[in-house]
């Protein structure tokens, strides 16, 4: 009896935090879409983009307690905003405003990590409407 509820604790302690994780990789792909249009604002009104997020007209917790980190990279013809996890979970959710060939410009993206592409992948597939099957040469999934 003892070991049946063992069993079904770490059955539910697993499915809980891949919910969380979840929960957390949702939010993240929000904020880096409204990184990307507070980007496009700033090129709209200053012809360039923005090198840093403090220089946007929009508040990103990039505190301590937060759980993802935001970078905005403004390296023409690759301009993109990239929100990577602090815990142990590989992965990285991009919004690409500029792509060469367009291939990846305006959309929502996830990154897998090689070394867990199952994990990554699920996690990408859950925040993601429109999930594209997933690139192995680039790691990339359009997830919207």
């Known amino acids: 009896m ?22 957390r990789a949702m939010e993240a792909a929000t904020i880096v ?5 507070a980007q496009r604002r700033y090129i709209l009104e200053h012809g360039e983009s923005a ?12 505190s301590a307690s937060a759980t993802f980190s935001y970078t905005l990279v403004s390296a023409p013809p690759v301009n ?30 996830c990154r897998v990590d090689k070394a867990h592409p199952e994990i990554s992948k699920s996690i990408c597939k859950s925040i993601g409407k429109n999930y594209k099957t997933y ?10």
């Open 135 to 144: 690139n192995p040469t680039s790691d990339i999934s359009i997830i919207d």
């Open 2 to 23: 003892v070991l049946i509820i063992g069993i079904l604790a770490a059955v539910a302690l697993a499915q809980y935090t891949k919910a969380i994780e979840r929960s």
């Open 33 to 37: 879409r409204a990184i990307a249009e």
């Open 51 to 62: 090198s840093t997020l403090d220089d946007l007209d929009i508040a990103v917790n990039t």
């Open 80 to 109: 993109h905003v990239i929100a990577i996890p602090k815990n142990s979970m590989k992965y990285s959710i991009i919004y690409f405003l500029d792509w060469p060939n367009n291939e990846y410009s305006n959309k929502l993206t």
